[in-house]
Nanobody
Framework: QVQLVESGGGLAQAGGSLRLSCAAS????????MGWFRQAPGKEREFVAS????????SYADSVKGRFTISKDNAKNTVYLQMNSLKPEDTALYYC????????????WGQGTQVTVSS
């Protein structure tokens, strides 16, 4: 059973930075693509960033491109999201998820970590 645990959320001022971590256990992290998603109050969950199993081919939502960086450390079974130049509209509950190698759907999700950006 795959377990994903996010950490690193908190309160930041606009223009500031936060680094989220997602620690994985169980499954085969080193061969899994991973993604970050977020959900703001009253809104649907949206894609933020993804990365391939090897740590390459990062992909970003237009809203975070140039500000956020996703990375993956297979030795530590951890995926990161470095968030710079934060904006109030980045306020949301952030989730990491694992992409199933066969179905390509995200099949395991963490509980989320809250990010709040004040103006």
């Amino acid at each position: 059973q795959v377990q994903l645990v996010e950490s690193g959320g908190g309160l930041a001022q606009a223009g500031g930075s936060l680094r989220l971590s997602c620690a994985a256990s169980g499954g085969t992290f080193s061969t899994s693509a991973m993604g970050w998603f977020r959900q703001a109050p009253g809104k649907e969950r949206e894609f933020v960033a993804s990365i391939s199993w090897s740590g390459g081919s990062p992909s970003y939502a237009d809203s975070v491109k140039g500000r956020f960086t996703i990375s993956k450390d297979n030795a530590k079974n951890t995926v990161y999201l470095q968030m710079n130049s934060l904006k109030p509209e980045d306020t949301a509950l952030y989730y990491c998820a694992r992409r199933n190698i066969f179905t390509r759907a995200y099949d395991y999700w963490g509980q989320g970590t809250q990010v709040t950006v004040s103006s």
